[in-house]
């Protein structure tokens, strides 16, 4: 099989979850939040099979909250909080209009919130808002289907890893970034740029280069 063959035969990995974010500024803070919370689903297996199955937003999902003024006072007015929360969802498929779907799936979060996250009245607290959806993280960010950890993770033969820095299958060719070794998150972006700029360096250092510059 040639190098192009197999290059096109690894690209039927599949996307990760997406989210959705809510960016709320309240005027009011709630005192028992700390800095890090998570409101947790009911049924974790049937908010995965939602997301990860169904391709559909979980009906009961887990929420992580952040209210940063527990540590930065500054970043909200004095009793006022600025709230970042995440939702977990599915990546974006064909079928999915946020602008459609974030409306009502907002009051599936804050329900959520005030049900079981003992948030009580959140919505009267609200003052400004922003959002961020699955399709706006594919339009802004430009990662595959707003899937906000690279490539999906599970599975037989996948499990943690990443595809590796350097490419098996075209010569010359390197992978950074979150879908890449060693996978998602600011830390770890950093390191697989830093393992790709070295892998580069010791191959051109190793006379490997010379082949794919031509």
Known sequence: MSSSKKFEKRRKYEPACSGVVLYLGLNKKYDHLLHHNFVFSKDPHEEFDFIYRQGKPA????????????????????????????????????DHDWSKMLPEYREVILDKLERTGGMKGIRDRIVCEASLTPEGIHKRYRVLNGAIYGLASHGKYLGAFKPANRSKDLKGLYLAGGAAHPGPGMPMVLMSGWIAGDTVDNDHQAGQLAGAAK
């Open 59 to 94: 009906p009961d999902p887990t929420a992580y909250v952040c209210a940063p003024s527990i540590s930065e006072p500054q970043v909200a007015p004095p009793g006022g909080e600025a709230l970042y929360i995440l939702v977990h969802t599915p990546y974006l498929r064909p």
